[in-house]
């Protein structure tokens, strides 16, 4: 067997190149190093998933060569201006480079008000590519549109753009076959959701030497296998995980994604057992008290988060401008949780597969 049909049955299925891109990891305020919030996870598929929109958020996605057209999602954690004023001028821009991909935008209840003046004043309105709005409802408070708001909405839905609103507490958002994504409400000024992608099920690695070991001719019965299901050979019913041809399913990866929050128990268990813990660092261990006061993170904070929720990457995001020097906030949190990463504007990372 050659080395293309080797890597053909044991890829199949598999996002093997799952990678996180990280354009701006600032907080507040950019520096000249540092742009505001927002990362990008990045599928084999080509798909792509953006956490949080901030301040010229399209130039960054252009310098890590993210496609303009291809199926994106954007979740936007809340509304404060450092995670959001990016997304309107990264919607024209899809505009302008003629989009046609579908794009799906997940946020909490007023991001459509939010959207609503730029449809009309600055040029989204003639934007062509299918664009899905979904609002997450914040439980707590009575947040359901009056009826002018109502026709303020319908005059905003157009044939491209659909809105939906779901009341929310601690359900899924979104799932498709793929993956499911999952928010929760974090403990912040204003309702603010973290987010906790779940990759579906992977298919089990797959032996084509055990099977032709069988003497299993390569071909549709190897694909039927690599879906775990019992082929039939020679009048034999052969149990591809029996005789060790393939593994049993693995769990998916899980990417957990923490805005501004303060500690709170919503915060462990949206990062749970998450392969990559991406978890906003506002504040260095000195200034713990003002990321209390001001419900923010401390970088040893997030450590003892991540420790906690048993977590096999933490990378630190979202630093204060205070900081010139972020590889002592990395510093400070490694003490607590060794196995921790500070993020760079335009560093990716890689998620391999276990």
Known sequence: MNLKELKKYKTRRLNLYMQLFFLGVSAAT???DRNL????LRLD?????LFDAGEDVQRRFEAAKLKFNTPTTILISHLHGDHILGLAGLLFRFHLNERTAPLRIIGPYGIASFLLSHYHFVGLKAIKYPLTLIEVQYPKIDTLPDQMMLTHYNYFLSENIHRHVIQHSF????????YRIKGMWMDHSVPTLG????????????DPDRALELKIPKGRLWGIMQDGQNIELNGLTIDPVKERVVTEKRPGRII???ADTAVCPELIELAKNATVFVCESTYAY???DLAKEKLHLSSKMAAEAAKEANVKQLILTHFSSRYKNIGTLEEEAKEIFQNTRAAKDLMTFEIKLD
């Open 45 to 49: 598929s080509g798909e792509i998933l």
């Open 256 to 258: 957990a994604y923490s």
């Open 286 to 288: 000195l200034d713990e």
């Open 171 to 178: 359900n899924d958002i979104f799932v498709n076959k793929d």
């Open 195 to 206: 987010f906790r992608f779940e990759e579906a099920d992977l298919d089990g690695k797959f």
């Open 30 to 32: 950019p520096t000249q």
């Open 37 to 40: 919030s927002s990362f990008a």
